[in-house]
């Protein structure tokens, strides 16, 4: 199974956020999302990829590096998206999955996908009102048109613009772009040539309603995929993880042997009155000061889906945590999300609920009562992180502490 990535377009609509990039190079969660989908890819086995580039094609080519073929829509500024499949064509031999550069989705619908016979597309049957929106109409589990042309009360749900060919479908589809390239139409959209395709061979439509996605077309997307979607997806990331700790009974009795060695362990109980602690210096945020019953104390502000670090050394690790909201929230209780990592390795996530205290201030913000994670790392240096998955509003306020090593 082969995949294409179609990324030549320029991405106008969000060149204000963008600052010029290409769409596919605009980062959500500290990555662009090119790489997200390189990444989902990889991870299901599909494979070789092929991207056809356009704009600013030498940036996204030093980005994804030897993960992906790369073919070139010199033409890109007068030429849509068939037109950049049908450049494709000599580089695809037999089943693929095609998608827009502009999609951000949870990895979970890849594999539904995969997992359907023949041909298939992803829709989401909770959306298909917008006129932006491509909608689909379905009989039968078949998708029997698509387009954003489609009324409404006909319409079963909105493509994503993720779909997967079979050796007849991609046939059927690598055709048909090559009828319509050579009838001119050049400006035509891949839906077009869907359209025609799925009156040709049967296209499963697998309904993915209820996970994360979006296409990014305009700023407003944007937010919405940094603040719900990537969040939805990270979180759900990290549940895998956990399950797969839990039910794996090879990879519990590895760890019940890395426990036993080296003593990690996550701990609620409190740390011994008589230890002195201190505040590890952190990269990632913004260092500030906040005021608590007139003491200044030292912390990071960190902003949502960006990672702050910090050196520890094995033993007793305490990691405190505060949500800083802008002036003006007060909700009674606010819930959040934050994830660890132990040398860039997925260690823990919890939710968390914070609320008000009035006794700590911060200008210009909310600060909330203090949460607390206490831990024990095994012996020699470690890179611990600390990542704010989600919340409603406002910033993650951190500070990572280690017992004071006594100056001889």
């Not at 670090?309 to 505060?322: M, N, Q, W, Y």
Request: hydrophobic share 40%; net charge neutral.
């Amino acid at each position: 199974m082969q995949a294409v990535i179609l990324a030549a377009g320029v991405g106008s609509r969000l060149k204000t956020l963008s600052g010029g990039k290409p769409k596919c190079l605009v980062e959500i969660g500290g990555k662009p999302i090119i790489l997200h989908q390189l990444d989902a890819l990889s991870d299901h086995g599909v494979g070789p990829v092929v991207c056809v580039l356009g704009y600013k094609a030498e940036e996204v080519r030093a980005v994804i590096g030897q993960r992906a073929t790369i073919v070139m829509n010199e033409r890109y500024e007068d030429t849509n998206s068939l037109h950049s499949l049908w450049l494709a064509r000599e580089s695809v031999t037999g089943p693929f999955v095609l998608l827009n550069c502009d999609l951000l989705f949870d990895p979970d619908i890849l594999d539904r996908l995969l997992e359907e016979t023949g041909s298939a597309l992803a829709y989401d049957s909770t959306s298909s009102r917008g006129r932006e929106q491509t909608k689909v109409a379905i009989r039968e589990r078949k998708v029997v048109d698509i387009g954003k042309d489609l009324p409404p009360g006909s319409a079963k749900g909105e493509s994503l613009g993720l779909l997967k060919f079979d050796a007849e479908g991609g046939t059927a589809m690598l055709q048909m772009a090559d009828h319509l390239m050579r009838d001119g139409h050049e400006k035509a959209w891949v839906m077009e040539a869907t359209r025609a395709v799925c009156q040709m061979v049967p296209l499963v439509a697998v309904n993915i309603a209820g996970k994360p996605w979006t296409e990014i077309d305009f700023p407003h997307d944007l937010d919405v995929a940094r603040r719900e979607v990537w969040p939805a997806i990270h979180k759900g990331r990290w549940r895998q993880v956990i399950r797969w700790r839990r039910t794996r009974w090879t990879a519990l009795a590895a760890l019940l042997a890395i426990f036993a060695l080296t003593g990690w362990h996550a701990s609620t109980t409190l740390r011994p009155a008589s230890v002195d602690w201190e505040t590890a210096a952190q990269t990632g945020g913004t260092a500030v000061s906040i005021t608590k019953a007139d003491r200044t104390q030292r912390w990071w502000l960190v902003p949502l889906n960006t990672r702050t670090t910090a050196k520890v050394p094995g033993g007793a690790v305490t990691i405190e945590l505060r949500l800083a909201l802008p002036e003006g929230v007060t909700a009674d209780s606010a819930r959040y999300v934050v994830a660890l990592t132990l040398d860039d390795r997925p260690l823990d996530w919890r939710a968390l609920t914070s609320t008000p205290d009035s006794s700590t201030s911060l200008a210009g913000r909310a600060v909330r009562d203090r949460d607390r994670i206490e831990l024990t790392v095994p012996a020699g240096q470690h890179t611990l992180g600390i990542e704010l998955l989600a919340a409603r509003a406002g910033d993650l306020l951190v500070r990572v502490r280690i017992p004071e090593i006594p100056q001889s």
